[in-house]
């Protein structure tokens, strides 16, 4: 038996001087497989054309259509509707500029956090187009890409109490791309290094530990134990630089 | 309105866009992409497979080497690519793996040693060289002789993307995101920037550049089943074609993949059957070496996609409310390799399909995938028809990949063209000065202005968007698939033109205020139908078969007559592309031949013509056998800065002795029309259908000079 699932959607647009934030309601009968994707979509050409949602591979791979369904931020396109009750409720992420309804601009604060991380590999050495390329073990290939198999959809963030209380705060994805290049011997950064840029609260010591981001990914990356690993390696290298410090100081 | 001014644009911010771009910035020039999404979104990362390149590192890869790589390319390609850019490619792939690896790819390494592997439902066992551990591996892909896909796991795109953005952060190139690009803006033969409207708040911007780039990626969503992203409905071929100069090549050669999944579409990637997946019926019974005793899973794709088709034909497929559907087994490969090196597939079955492929099987059908036709290049990525506009990627065709691209090939492509257009680019940089004439730009924002007011205010008609691209969608799914027929494609060019008709007379049903969904589709909903038209016209051209352009009514691929690749462009206000054709190839290195898989018969070129040298074939004689100008005749010369030729007049084209797209244009619109679906053709079978008046084309090139 088929249903007739009831949408409340969040509706802002902030480009229409006529819009106020709202929720709007729409019902829509569902079909074998439905997923979000199909449902949103559906909603747009049906039913009301100014409708504002992301989405780009529709596979679960690029990370654009995060949002907040029934409470909990995930991935709209691999979102069944089987798997949720009949009334189902739709938010945009919460941590990002809104662009309109369901739609936010993660672009802008992820192209500031890899500005801040310094998201690329750090080396002195320059590319030699003849030389043979630089060997790894193959283990160890297999855990940066552990890492890097983050997609950037910003689930972890809207998830996190400490993103939501302090804008600065690097959240999940960024410790896991700052630990990414930690274990990657071909970025030359050192320990101390990467201290300053996570060693404080609105990076590694920030987090309080609730445990949502690692719940939601949808990828399903360790980040805890990737924080805990952080954490540990971060509070090391404090009490190291203070040592040595002070070693410089009586000297 | 703001105004941007940067040394070089680049239209897309996947992986082609940033490596143009990052040689730029690399060289010291500004450099902006601009992008509809986050550059990581980018369809590029949706790649899982990998990249080809030679480098013979694995067991089975040993001995590899570019000659191979290229013997391969061109087969798969059915010689319909450009044998030169073949050959650049496949030297200078392994330089980019590597390149790659410094930037932070993690591919997947040699493990020394005896490990096993599976090919079709059998397992073998392979021992991997000490000397060689560490070293970039490879696995198959179809229509190779060697094991030559560089790969992370399955998520090969994505990690490329994210090496190249981390990269383009670095050196700061700037992505404008959330960024559409309306409209080119040029003088007639320079190409001066773009027109871009804002996916934040619906203003439009003016980016003004020495060099632009179209790296858009391919144009699927004129399919409705696509393995596509939502985003690749081809904005920058819209924009090139709107100009009304720039040619698009090969448009008709659309690829199908053999695995997107059912329902939904998605891709599965064709390390499924690379890494010893096969492919079952109805009757779980594996069909494939049944048609290709030689290759079965992994032919080339086209070919694999035929015969999935063929075999459902049969009446062998599974049925399903979605259609039928055939089996992709990976259950042998065993959980660890599944969990592993198919972590993706894994997801996607598990998410989209709720099957375990380590316990089920997951149902296929062959759905489009890949547009080998693109914004017609030279060698060196600079398009034909306007200085200072290149084009690299999916979005271009360069033409490596002629009738049928091998898998692994896209993805290299993008990076390899990505460096060796930028080197280009860098070239034709450092000599270029420009005009900006403030006349043109105004004139540019002023039309993009009109359009969306007169949508806003359904200035001309009423039409609903949504519709307009469902009966695109209907037209082109019926009549350009797999298996093409005069008569069915003659009926699809006839629906898009009333398509064409509606698409131009489409109103907004709501505001049109901000980032406005239905506006965004609006104003390129026109550009996409034309899009429609050069496959479907080009292909109610192209009377033989070759490579995954398959006409029933004429099986044989003809290299007498259609040794060619098609151009499409689009006078103002007409109702069907201006159709011309160019030798596929200047130079043979391997002159044409059997594949050595996918069957079918070869009508050979005449003894006269075929290539024993590497010289201009003479023209022919013979009405009905002509090999077509190339068009723009100026050769990559590496000293100098890129010349495109200047396009012919539409006029010029349609001179007495080109009789057949070109009437279509000075035509009225229904006399323009495809006659009876049995002769559609007005040039007969045998002959290209239009050959741009060989002596009026020469002058306009030494025109140019």
């Known amino acids: ?251 | 309105m703001q105004t941007f001014h940067t040394d070089l644009l680049c239209i897309g911010a996947g992986l082609a866009g940033e490596r143009v771009a990052i040689a730029a910035a690399g060289a010291g020039f500004s450099a902006i992409c601009l992008s509809i999404v986050p550059a990581r979104r980018s369809h590029s990362a949706a790649a899982q497979g990998g990249m080809q390149a030679a480098l013979g590192n694995c067991a089975m890869g040993d001995g590899d080497g570019p000659d191979i790589h290229f013997a391969d390319t061109v087969k798969g390609s059915d010689w319909g690519c450009d044998q030169e850019v073949a050959r650049l490619f496949c030297d200078s792939a392994p330089i980019v793996m590597r390149e790659l690896a410094a930037w932070g790819v993690p591919w997947n390494r040699v493990v020394a040693g005896r490990s096993s592997y599976f090919k079709g439902g059998q397992q073998f066992e392979k021992i991997e060289k000490k000397e060689k551990e560490g070293l970039i591996t490879a696995r198959a892909f179809g229509g190779t002789a060697k094991w030559r896909t560089c790969y992370t796991s399955d998520g090969t795109g994505h990690t490329v993307l994210y090496a190249m953005d981390n990269k383009a952060a670095q050196l700061g190139v700037a992505v404008h995101d959330r960024t559409e690009v309306v409209s080119l803006i040029h003088d007639g033969e320079n190409c001066l920037g773009a027109v871009a409207r804002s996916l934040r708040d619906g203003g439009l911007s003016v980016y003004l550049a020495k060099a632009t780039l179209i790296a858009t990626g391919g144009f699927g969503r004129i399919y409705r089943e696509s393995t596509n992203a939502v985003i690749n409905d081809g904005g920058g071929l819209i924009a090139a074609l709107d100009t009304g100069l720039v040619r698009l090549g090969n448009m008709e050669a659309v690829q199908f993949h053999p695995t997107g999944i059912v329902p939904t579409d998605i891709l599965v990637t064709e390390g499924c059957r690379g890494d010893g997946g096969t492919l079952l019926d109805v009757n779980e019974h594996r069909f494939m070496p049944d048609y290709e005793p030689e290759k079965a899973e992994l032919a080339s794709r086209d070919v694999v996609s035929r015969r999935m088709t063929e075999h459902m034909r049969k009446g062998l497929g599974v049925k399903s409310p979605y259609g039928d559907h055939l089996w992709l087994d990976i259950r042998h490969l065993g959980e660890k390799h599944i969990r592993t090196k198919l972590r993706e597939v894994d997801e996607i079955c598990k998410y989209f399909l709720g099957v375990d492929p380590v316990r089920q099987l997951i149902p296929v059908r062959p759905t489009q995938h890949y547009s080998m036709g693109g914004v017609r290049t030279e060698i060196s990525g600079a398009a034909y028809g306007l200085m200072g506009l290149f084009a690299a990627g999916e979005a271009a065709c360069w033409d490596l990949h002629g009738f049928n691209r091998l898998g692994g090939n896209s993805l290299a492509e993008t990076v390899v063209a990505g460096m060796l257009v930028g080197e280009k680019v860098v070239e034709f940089l450092k000599g270029r000065q420009v005009n900006f004439s403030t006349a043109v730009i105004e004139d540019a924002t002023a039309k993009q202005q009109g359009r969306i007011s007169r949508l806003i205010g359904k200035a001309d008609g009423k039409e609903n968007v949504f519709e307009v691209k469902n009966r695109m969608h209907d037209a082109i799914m019926k009549g350009a698939g797999i298996f093409r027929n005069g008569t069915d494609l003659a009926a699809c060019v006839d629906e898009l033109q009333d398509t064409l008709d509606e698409a131009r007379k489409v109103g907004l049903s709501t505001n049109g205020r901000g980032a406005s969904p239905e506006l965004t589709l609006a104003l390129k909903i026109e550009g996409m139908v034309k899009l429609a038209l050069c496959v479907a016209f080009g292909a109610l051209r192209r009377t033989e078969s070759r490579g995954s352009h398959s006409r029933e009514d004429f099986p044989e691929r003809n290299d007498r007559d259609w040794l060619v690749r098609t151009l499409a462009s689009w006078p103002e206000g007409a109702d069907l592309p201006l159709l011309e054709y160019e030798t596929a190839t200047e130079v043979f290195e391997i002159p044409p031949g059997d594949r050595g898989y996918g069957g079918g018969k070869i009508i050979p070129m005449p003894p006269a013509a075929a290539p024993s040298a590497p010289e201009e074939p003479e023209a022919p004689e013979a009405p009905g056998e002509q090999v077509a100008p190339r068009v723009p005749n100026v050769p990559n010369v590496p000293d100098g800065p890129v010349k495109p030729v200047k396009p012919v007049e539409p006029v010029a084209a349609a001179a007495p002795n080109a009789p057949s797209a070109a009437s279509a244009v000075s035509a009225p619109r229904r006399q323009g029309r495809l006659g009876e679906p049995a002769a559609p053709n007005p040039a007969g079978s045998s002959a290209p259908a239009t050959a741009p008046d060989r002596a009026g084309h020469n002058a306009a090139a030494k025109g140019e000079k």
């Open chain 1, 1 to 251: 038996m088929a249903r007739i699932l009831s949408f409340s959607i969040f509706r802002y647009n902030p480009s229409d001087p006529g819009s106020r934030p709202r929720m709007d309601n729409f019902l829509l009968d569902e079909s074998e497989r439905m997923t979000l994707f199909i449902a949103l979509n559906r909603l747009r050409e049906e039913q009301d054309a100014s409708l504002q949602f992301d989405f780009c591979c529709r596979a679960g791979i690029c990370g654009a259509c995060g949002m907040v369904i029934n409470g909990r931020p995930g991935l709209a396109c691999h979102t069944k509707t089987k798997d949720l009750p009949k009334e189902i409720a739709l938010m945009p992420l919460p941590g990002f500029d809104l662009v309109a309804d369901l739609s936010v601009d993660t672009g802008k604060w992820f192209r500031a956090m890899y500005q801040r991380v310094e998201s690329w590999v750090h080396t002195d050495k320059t590319f030699d187009p003849k030389a043979e390329e630089e060997r790894m073990d193959n283990a160890l290939a297999d855990q940066i890409y552990e890492l890097e198999r983050c997609i950037e959809c910003g689930c972890c963030v809207s998830a996190c109490g400490t993103a939501q209380m302090r804008p600065d705060f690097l959240g999940a994805v960024g410790l896991n791309r700052i630990a990414r290049f930690m274990i990657d011997p071909r970025d030359e950064r050192t320990d101390s290094q990467y201290f300053d840029i996570v060693g404080n609260d609105a990076g590694v010591f920030g987090c309080m530990g609730l445990l949502a981001c690692e719940d939601i990914c949808p990828k399903e990356i360790p980040l805890q134990d990737q924080l805990g690993i952080l954490r540990r390696k971060m509070a090391f290298t404090a009490v190291k630089d203070l040592f040595r410090m002070r070693e410089g100081k009586k000297k």
